[in-house]
């Protein structure tokens, strides 16, 4: 089963995706007898929320980051228009209740606006072999409004880790053979008793971290087996909306990736139309081949096919995001369609001292999305103090 069909699944049965109950399962004043050091290695998704729960746990804890910034693919941007433009994780693909899971304390009121499609209003293109056709738009998604992921763990997660995080440290070895853990980085060494590792798959599948003793063998085949699409967006801004609410590309076959244009204003309280394109796997090298003036006629020009040559004549202006450019990243993300027994693998712990945390490290139940990141943490954490 694909994660894309399990999530099809639940929505079919009415149910909520798993990870829900686990949340709150945990006891957030419950140390135990844990009394180790643990290193996190990342600040995305996975690695905030690591720190975030090991804090209320009470658990002495060290972020080691190799950008100057946290978040990861999380990653925003509020100088393109008048609301911020999520660069990477952009939808909530489940209920709202999500982010009081995740801040995982009563005690504490969670905001966060967002709002659903409409499917009595909202219609979706669908280009293929050159013929537009049109239907309403049926999507359990969620588009944040004046926010992004980003903002919500600008708010309710980060705080508690803040004086945690050391930036621009680039980990280059983890030696787990010994009783303590040493953690070689660019800026030297670093010792602790517990490593939840929280990077991007590809900077793995890339040997960018080395590890002694190697990893198992059923470890290190799922990580340099699994294939971790190329990840590309773009945000074009128009003088007038000329587009539908989403227009889809059919992929032959799906398993190549995904290509979509979505209003990306959608929700907004804005005059500016922002159209947003997000491509993934195979489909983005036609992005990512290019750049400047050529990549920005590339993309006009085939909006004009779609859209009776529309697109250029209203043009403002553009940006990009090339996720296979980022350093510490390097890609998109694990494909939809892994096998989610091979997922499940790269969520495993090893040895009972190095742990996995993030969106391609999960039970295989779902993975890359923000919050499955984040149920991630969840079970690294209850699984290391148990």
Not at 11 to 18: D, M
Not at 70 to 75: A, E, N, V
Not at 263 to 273: E, F, I, L, R, V
């Amino acid at each position: 089963m694909t994660r894309k069909e399990f999530i099809k699944i639940c929505g079919i049965l009415g149910v909520s995706l798993p990870f829900q109950a686990a949340f709150s399962a945990c006891n957030k004043d419950d140390k135990g007898s844990f009394s180790e050091k643990v290193i996190i290695i990342g600040t995305g998704a996975g690695g905030l929320s690591a720190g975030y729960l090991l804090n209320q746990h009470g658990i002495e804890f060290e972020i080691l980051e190799a950008s100057a910034t946290y978040g990861g693919r999380m990653k925003r941007t509020t100088d393109f228009a008048d609301f911020p433009i999520p660069l990477g994780a952009e939808w909530l693909h489940t209920k709202t209740s999500v982010f009081q899971e995740i801040v995982n304390d009563d005690a504490q009121t969670v905001e966060v606006n967002t709002v659903g499609y409409d499917s009595q209003v909202d219609t979706e293109g669908n280009w293929d072999n050159g013929q537009l056709t049109v239907n309403e738009l049926v999507d359990s998604d969620r588009k944040f409004i004046d926010s992004t992921w980003f903002d919500f763990f600008d708010e309710y997660i980060v705080p508690s880790v803040t004086q945690k995080i050391v930036y621009n440290t680039i980990v280059q070895s983890i030696d787990y053979s010994g009783e303590q853990i040493m953690v070689k980085t660019s800026n030297g060494e670093y010792t602790a008793d517990k490593v939840i590792v929280s990077v991007p798959l590809k900077i793995l599948q890339d040997g960018d971290i080395s590890f002694t003793p190697s990893l198992p063998e059923d470890k290190s085949a799922a990580i340099n087996s699994a294939t971790v699409w190329e990840g590309f967006k773009a945000f074009i801004e128009f003088s007038e909306k000329f587009y539908h609410t989403a227009t889809s590309f059919n992929i032959t076959p799906e398993t190549d990736g995904q290509k979509l244009y979505y209003d990306a204003s959608y929700g907004q309280d804005t005059s500016q139309n922002v159209l947003g394109l997000f491509t993934v796997g195979k489909p983005a090298l036609d992005y990512i081949s290019r750049s400047g003036d050529e990549l920005r006629d590339f993309i006009l020009k085939e909006l004009d096919e779609i859209y009776d040559n529309k697109a250029t004549a209203s043009y403002v202006k553009h940006m990009v995001q090339n996720w296979n450019d980022e350093p510490f990243i390097k890609a998109g993300y694990l494909s939809d369609h892994e096998d989610w027994r091979k997922v499940r693998t790269l969520g495993e712990s090893v040895a009972d001292k190095v742990y996995f945390a993030g969106g391609p490290y999960t039970d295989g139940e779902d993975w890359v999305s923000v919050h499955a990141a984040a149920q991630s943490a969840r079970s690294t954490v209850d699984e290391l103090v148990k």
